[in-house]
């Protein structure tokens, strides 16, 4: 005490201890004073002490918490709900120097994300906003987690309730961490990450720490059911079953390397579908108005392209009310240039349904071109015999997954076996 003076001192778990260990603990923040050796010190500190919520529920029955409870305050500090705060802190404690191996693109984000989602709670209904009941009855375990970590609505929704929904994100998450169990409370907790990353470091599997070593690291732990209470957990729909929130994350790790996988083919980039959505907006916006547009070729005035938006809408499942789709298009935007006037348009961010459907529709009709660009790098590593052509195609998919997105020759094997397994069999 004498050394934190004019600063701060922790007790670490303190409940863990006889009560009567820091019983004078109350005269001491009461006088600010202490004696030691017959000499009584002035103090000036901030006493602070940690435990978990088990002890605190004890310590709240004794004859003694009273004259505690005056002269403390209780705060409580849930395990984070943000997958990308919780991926930083690992990405900074699993760096090649320290596992003594590469570190494979999104290790640690999957880790982050399955042990954020095993926190989470099924969203309670009774005092939502009435347009959202359905739609929090129905929120999954991974949308809410978007939600916590980018504000990002599931897609599918009516504009008007999607903006309504990420703009209840903080009261969802204030109802949650004041319920009982709160959220936060419960679920994996980052010592158990650890051991995670810890296991699949030391795989003889894969050579890097990677999500495939992860995914079977956190498999192992699901199976020491009576070691942890979170894996007791009665499941409530997908919240709390963690096999089928760990299949929830693969899909979603399957969604990021299929995507890196296919930029680094050559196929469109996400630029191009922005920049589709962006022409979407200026001919539909002519066509409503009855205007032209500019050819970017002539740079004449010509009529709105009517097929090409009926083409974009057929791919984005519009159907019938094309002209209301058209205008809640551009109610979007006119609303975020009030909201943020001089700022460019982020059309991938205001219409992800939108982009995520034009990318889908795109990438189907390339299925077949990316299962044989994967066959052949794995050929190529496996030092099968190809064609020169195949060879090329395989090696620019090879070298652009490593100078573009992090991996090294001996994580892209494991990364492209996966990825033809899970989605292209």
């Known amino acids: 005490g004498v050394d ?86 690992y990405e900074m404690q699993f ?45 999954s375990p991974l949308s ?19 903006r309504e929904l990420v703009q209840s994100v903080a009261w969802m998450s204030e109802d949650a961490a004041a319920a009982s169990p709160y959220e936060g409370g419960f679920g994996a907790s980052p010592r158990e990450i650890r051991s995670v990353l810890l296991s699949a470091a030391r795989s003889q599997d894969v050579a890097c720490l990677h999500p495939v070593a992860v995914f079977q690291a956190i498999r192992d732990l699901c199976r020491q059911k009576q070691l942890y209470e979170f894996l007791q957990l009665a499941p409530s729909g997908d ?11 693969i899909d979603r790790y399957a969604e990021r390397v299929d995507r890196e996988f296919q930029v680094a083919m050559g196929l469109v980039s996400d630029d191009e579908f922005e920049r589709l959505l962006q022409r979407y907006a200026t001919h539909a916006s002519a066509f409503l108005k009855k ?52 700022e460019p348009v982020p059309y991938r961010e205001l219409y992800e349904g939108w982009f ?23 050929d190529l590593l496996d030092g099968t015999k190809l064609r020169d052509d195949e060879r090329a195609a395989a090696a620019r998919a090879v070298s652009q997954l490593v100078e573009r997105f992090g991996y090294c020759e001996k994580c892209v094997g494991p990364t492209v076996s996966f990825l033809a397994v899970r989605r292209y069999a």
């Open 4 to 89: 934190a003076n004019r600063g701060l001192i922790e007790f670490s778990d303190l409940l863990k201890r006889p009560i009567e260990a820091f019983k004078y603990l109350l005269g001491t923040c009461e006088t600010s004073r202490v004696t030691v050796g017959g000499v009584i010190l002035y103090l000036d500190i901030l006493f602070v002490g940690t435990t978990n919520d088990k002890y605190v529920d004890a310590f709240t029955r004794t004859p003694d918490f009273p004259s505690f409870k005056g002269r403390m305050e209780l705060i409580r500090v849930p395990y984070l709900r943000d997958y990308e705060v919780e991926r930083e802190i």
């Open 356 to 378: 995520e459907k034009l990318r889908a529709a795109y990438f189907k009709e390339n299925r077949g071109e990316i299962r044989r660009t994967l066959r052949w790098v794995m």
């Open 291 to 342: 205007e032209s547009v500019v050819d970017p070729i002539t740079r004449s005035p010509v009529p709105p392209d009517e097929s090409f938006l009926k083409d974009i809408e057929d791919r984005c499942g519009v159907g019938d009310g094309r002209e209301r789709a058209r205008q809640d298009f551009l109610g979007r935007i006119a609303a975020f240039s009030l909201d943020h006037p001089r």
């Open 95 to 139: 760096q090649q120097a320290v596992v003594g191996r590469h570190v494979s693109p999104h290790a640690t984000w999957a880790a982050a994300l399955w042990a954020v989602l095993t926190r989470l709670k099924r969203p309670d209904t009774d005092g939502a906003p009435p347009a959202l009941k359905t739609v929090l009855g129905g929120l």
């Open 144 to 162: 809410k987690a978007d939600l916590y970590a980018h504000g990002r609505p599931p897609a599918g929704l009516k504009p008007d309730v999607a």
């Open 239 to 249: 919240y709390h079953d963690v096999q089928a929130l760990l299949e929830a994350v």
